[in-house]
């Protein structure tokens, strides 16, 4: 009987938690008719993305510096998507979920400690924008 055995189990593990997690992006905006095909750009990128990590794990194929670069594009690309979508008053605001989730796999507790602090900074920033309180800062010290 011969064993499977593949050296990047946690790539594995990051695909799959990616596709849940864009299927569950694309449903339940689908089911909310919040689905706009100008506004999904960085959806469409983060399937190619998933596609690409998809054929390499496949391969038993790493970049260099693969674990960093594949939490970078989950943060940056699942930014963008929840940026064009509206930020705090759009539909698709769960999902910081994907890099936090990639990024417990890949880096463990810490991982996921860092991407929810730097996706909480982005949520944070943006709400400071939509209430136009720019001078938030300015308040603390006086």
Sequence with gaps: MRKFETPYMADWFAISLRWITLVGL?????????????????????????LVMTMLASSNVRMTYHR??????????????FLVQGGLQGPALWTGLLPI??????????????????????????????TGNSSFCDH???
């Excluded at 689908?30 to 998933?50: D, F, R, T």
């Excluded at 960093?68 to 998507?81: K, N, P, T």
């Design 140 to 142: 603390c010290f006086h």
């Design 101 to 130: 989730l990639t990024s417990a796999i890949y880096f463990e507790f810490l991982g996921a400690l860092l991407a929810a602090g730097l996706f909480s900074i982005l949520v944070i920033s943006m709400s400071l924008y939509e």
């Design 26 to 50: 694309v449903v339940s905006l689908g089911l909310g008719q919040k689905l706009e095909i100008i506004l999904s750009w960085p959806l469409g990128l983060l399937i190619v993305w998933n």
């Design 68 to 81: 960093r670069i594949s939490f970078f594009m989950d943060l940056v690309l699942s930014g963008a998507f």
